[in-house]
């Protein structure tokens, strides 16, 4: 004597969720067959003609009966499953990592997701997905300069002051120069590209006409710039631009905000005792970021010198006396809001992002 199949007896809201999986185009076509099987079988029909009718096997209209029987609608739904067992375990993760500490196979200068791949015997793409996970990229290529000063923490201590805290009555000056500005000379043009964009262009080739020395002084209080321009061939430029500083500064306490640059040192013990009004403070060596003149730099070089064209030095000077005097108008104080600065160490590997 066969199984007896229980009887499926329908409630109106499963027969109603039921009846919505059939009719539902974005219901899953095993999921439909199933709600079909369960509604006829809820009208009594056999195993067998359910499954002639559905074109399927009486195993699995028997299958699902039962299921829907024991559990419900959610009997109606797969099973969980484990699913295929990693080909990779934490142990290879750690290994891409300790690899890329290791030197680059002979003959290249950097390690590359193959090199990796071919070096472990792994898949390429599991390699790549690692170095995803962890943000690491192995094409671009960074530069920066970590400072060893023994002496970082007072210097550095004594200009954040000066940002943060300075003296009374006083001008905090931030005073640096940039050199061989060159005075390119090439077309200029705009430029439509095949997808509709239009955007500025420069001839490849250019001329050089020259280059001019910049020197600027960063007034902390005021944002204010005051430049001064000089020929290479001249001496003692740095210690003309102070001249000219202390001439705009009469009977006022000055304090300089320098870099280690060897022009900012020399004659400056014979020229300081003429001017005790006048104190100089060194940023840290490798730590220029702490003078604020370089910020004024940058905002130079995006806005009147990057991709101009000067027929001459006198063009180029002139451009950037323009541009100083057009800043000047609207200066405002760059806000320093660090309170503590230490110098940054480098990691040596890739392994610490493992742990």
């Known amino acids: 004597m066969g199984r007896i199949a229980p009887v499926i007896e329908l409630s109106d809201k499963d027969r109603e969720t039921l009846s ?9 076509q095993r999921l439909a067959m199933r709600a079909r099987i369960v509604l006829a079988a809820s009208r009594g029909t056999r195993n067998r003609d359910i499954a002639r009718k559905l074109a399927t096997r009486e195993a699995t209209v028997n299958k699902w009966r039962c299921r829907f029987h024991e559990s419900g609608l959610k009997g109606l739904q797969d099973m969980p499953r484990s699913g295929k067992p990693p080909d990779y375990t934490l142990s290879t993760e750690k290994s891409i990592l300790s690899a890329l500490d290791e030197a680059p196979p002979k003959g290249y200068a950097t390690w ?41 923490v007072p210097k550095a201590a004594a200009i954040v002051g000066l940002y943060l805290d300075p003296p009374e009555n006083a001008i905090v000056l931030c005073v640096d120069e940039k050199p061989a500005i060159q005075a390119l000379e090439r077309a200029q043009g705009w430029l439509k590209l095949p997808n509709g964009r239009a955007l500025t262009g420069f001839n490849h080739e250019y001329k050089r006409n020259g280059t001019t020395t910049l020197f600027a002084a960063l007034n902390v209080a005021t944002g204010l710039v005051k430049t001064g321009h000089f020929m290479r061939r001249k001496r003692r430029q740095f210690l003309s631009f102070m001249n000219e500083l202390v001439t705009h500064y009469p009977d006022q306490e000055i304090h300089v905000i320098l870099d280690n640059l060897n022009t900012h040192k020399p004659k400056t013990d014979r020229w300081l005792p003429k001017h005790p009004n006048v104190h100089f403070y060194y940023t840290p060596t490798h730590a220029s970021w702490l003078n604020e003149i370089e910020i004024w730099f940058s905002i130079l070089w995006r806005r009147a010198l990057r991709g101009g064209s000067f027929t001459s030095i006198g063009q180029l000077r002139q451009a950037i006396t323009d541009f100083t005097e057009a800043y000047n108008e609207t200066a405002h104080p760059f806000e320093w809001k660090a309170t503590e600065v230490r110098p940054k160490k480098l990691k040596k590997t890739y392994a610490y992002l493992y742990n």
């Open 112 to 152: 590359t997701g193959p090199l990796v791949a071919e070096k472990l015997g792994i898949s390429e793409h599991y390699v790549w997905r690692i170095l995803r996970k962890y943000q690491i990229s192995l094409a671009r290529r960074r530069s920066w300069c970590i400072s060893t000063d023994p002496e970082f």
């Open 20 to 28: 919505g999986w059939t009719r539902a185009g974005k219901t899953e």
